[in-house]
């Protein structure tokens, strides 16, 4: 009998901090990944003792440390998607970009984390101009909640026209594609509303607002779902129509672990679709 011809195997590669509490971050990304069937890789560029309660310690990794996990990933094992999460610093941030030109890698994601829910600076200050001179000209997408797109375009968002204009900015400075996220809107109470714009148009995803605290890692997650969206060779607005099922889903089905801010649950999506 011949053998059935071997499945393609889609990689995705997250290059982000790792999250001990594995809500976010790393563990939170592969998990998404492996959930959307897709091989996943990782660059871990610090590693945080965190939990539900917050983040007690952030160990960044040093730049040779990363630039040697980047090395590895493009010399053997090409990502048909990548995405980044935490970035800590500038040199990382430089590293990860440098790669993504020397490789060729397409699908770039970037989630421009910048603080932890609990507060803590998860990238500093002045790496900001870094990342958008940098690693925003070679994204397909660029994943800001509302104030990471005020701390990128140097606007004050309050409206919906204000958040169209924020995602004409950044286009303007280099990213191929914006989806503003609406978690942090407090105008829209019912619902949550995120927004893509593609450079030509807008379309908006309209979810109910849930009502928990577990949603440590919601960003994360999104983008890496849309990561793995990408990497199945899905086009953009429909990576993302996947990506909203999988973070809801998480969301309204939580684990409903930990004293704190508890994580999603990354299990949802598959036990409650049809495959
Ligand atoms: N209470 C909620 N109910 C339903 N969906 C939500 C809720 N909060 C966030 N989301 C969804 O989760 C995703 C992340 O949104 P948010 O704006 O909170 O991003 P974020 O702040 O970057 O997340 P994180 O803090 O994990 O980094 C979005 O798709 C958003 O619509
Ligand atoms: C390693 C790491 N990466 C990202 C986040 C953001 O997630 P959240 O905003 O839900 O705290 C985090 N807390 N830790």
């Known amino acids: 009998m011949t053998p059935a011809p071997a499945p393609t195997i889609r990689k995705a590669l997250t290059i982000a901090g790792s999250d001990s509490g594995g809500g976010a971050g790393i563990q939170a990304d592969l998990k998404t990944f492996q959930e959307l069937g897709v091989y996943g890789m990782s660059v871990v560029t610090a590693v945080t003792a965190q939990n539900t309660l917050g983040v007690h310690a952030v160990y960044p990794m040093n730049e040779q440390a990363v630039q040697a996990q980047l090395q590895a990933i493009g010399d053997d094992l090409p990502p048909d998607a990548v995405k980044t999460g935490m970035l800590v610093d500038a040199s990382i941030i430089e590293a990860a970009a440098e790669c993504v030109v020397r490789y060729g890698w397409r699908n770039l994601v970037i989630d421009p984390v910048m603080i932890a829910k609990g507060g803590s600076a998860l ?136 004293a704190g801010q508890g994580p999603t649950n990354h299990f949802a999506y598959r036990s409650t679709t049809k495959q």
Not at 158 to 172: G, H, K, M, N, P
Not at 210 to 223: A, K, Q, V
Not at 242 to 251: P, T
Request: aromatic fraction near 4%; proline fraction near 4%; charge should be negative.
């Open 123 to 258: 990238l500093r200050q002045e790496a900001v101009s870094t990342l958008t001179n940098k690693l925003l000209p070679l994204s397909a997408l660029v994943t800001p909640n509302i104030p990471e797109a005020e701390e990128l375009t140097g606007m004050s968002i309050v409206t919906l026209s204000d958040r169209e204009e924020a995602a004409r900015r950044l286009c303007q400075m280099g990213a191929r594609g914006v989806l503003l996220k609406g978690g942090h809107d407090p105008s829209t109470q019912d619902l949550v509303i995120d927004m893509l714009y593609d450079g030509r148009s807008f379309r908006f995803w309209e979810n109910k607002r849930l009502d928990t605290r577990h949603t440590h890692g919601t960003g994360c997650t999104l983008s890496a779902a849309i990561t793995a969206g990408l990497a199945r060779g899905l086009e953009l607005p429909d990576a993302v129509d996947l990506a909203e099922a999988f973070i809801h889903a998480a969301i309204a089905h939580s684990l409903g672990i930990g």
